[in-house]
């Protein structure tokens, strides 16, 4: 029976997900504290599956409708896609000096030099056409597909498959090593990628981060755990303490401060993420929220689609 009532309070979770009135993107100027609708010219039937923050433009990177960009701080925003497939899934956003990198579904990778004006594919050695999460490391971009780890060390010209034959979900980096999240679990490389070890089995994993002190494992064990590391996966600490039992989408932070996003809004957490409380003022109530990227100019969040 609790299998059961999970799956019927998933579907209802889903099938509520979001209204047209209700919003896509929210903007906070006060670290997460209020939340302000900012999603002018912005298609409400769009799902936003990543943000992006370059040289004073953000870009959101839907599923259905290519990359919408706003140039004024959120007061509108217009559709950019000069260069991509038509109606093309945007899965991954990422700048890496003067570039924007866009993964997507079936299409590979494209990259930007005008600030997201007109994009070009930029696919060679790049095998897999799903690029699901995309990080810049050093001297080096780094491609999540679902046929593993891709790098570029020439800006994006060239690819070459490093470790294959696995779903990777999510790249993040603390202290030279990188961490990578996939369906089997949480990997580490101690050589910029080119050799991984696993230092977490304990479930599939759907998203990776880091505050510069913790690594923040989100994961689909039991009801979404989440858990922290400060010593390369040596030791593993809860960090869901105050969220719902849920998984939980994407956690960024803005000075020590760390933002969440759920299945019912933006919870906050001053403490390393021991313990965590709901900061949803000026969010609609009970949605879920699924990206955020931090700017000069506050934190924006933006709501999955229904």
Not at 93 to 103: A, D, P, Q, R, S
Not at 205 to 213: A, Y
Not at 239 to 258: C, E, H, K, S, W
């Amino acid at each position: 029976m609790p299998r059961v009532f999970l799956v019927i309070a998933f579907f209802s979770l889903i099938c509520n997900i979001a209204s047209a009135q209700d919003g896509r993107i929210f903007l906070s100027k006060d670290s997460g504290n209020i939340w302000k609708r900012m999603d002018e010219g912005f298609p409400q039937a769009a799902v936003v599956n990543d943000l992006a923050y370059a040289k004073g433009v953000v870009l959101a990177g839907t599923q259905a409708h290519g990359v919408f960009v706003s140039r004024d701080e959120l007061n509108t925003w217009q559709a950019s896609n000069q260069g991509l497939p038509k109606n093309i899934k945007v899965d991954a956003l990422e700048i890496f000096e003067n570039k924007i990198f866009l993964g997507s579904f079936k299409h590979g990778m494209f990259i930007s030099e005008d600030n997201g004006r007109s994009w070009r594919a930029s696919n060679t050695g790049l095998t897999d056409s799903t690029v699901r999460c995309i990080h810049a490391f050093e001297d080096r971009v780094i491609a999540g597909t679902n046929n593993g780890i891709y790098i570029s060390t020439d800006k994006g010209k060239t690819w070459r498959n490093i470790f294959p034959r696995r779903q990777i979900n999510g790249i993040t980096s603390m202290d030279g090593k990188i961490y990578v999240a996939g369906a089997d679990g949480i990997f580490l490389s101690l050589n910029k990628g080119e050799y991984w070890q696993f230092i977490y089995r304990r479930a599939s994993v759907h998203n990776i981060s880091t505050n510069g002190k913790y690594v923040f494992v989100m994961s689909y064990e039991g009801p979404g755990r989440v858990w922290k590391t400060s010593d390369a996966g040596a030791s593993w600490l809860k960090a869901d303490a105050g969220l719902p039992a849920v998984y939980t989408f994407q956690i960024m932070n803005i000075g020590l401060r760390l933002i969440a996003c759920q299945w019912d809004g933006i919870y906050k957490s001053d403490n390393y993420a021991n313990s965590w409380t709901k900061s949803s003022e000026g969010l609609p109530s009970g949605k879920a929220f699924k990206e955020l990227v931090i700017t000069p100019f506050g934190i924006i969040a933006a709501r999955p689609g229904s």
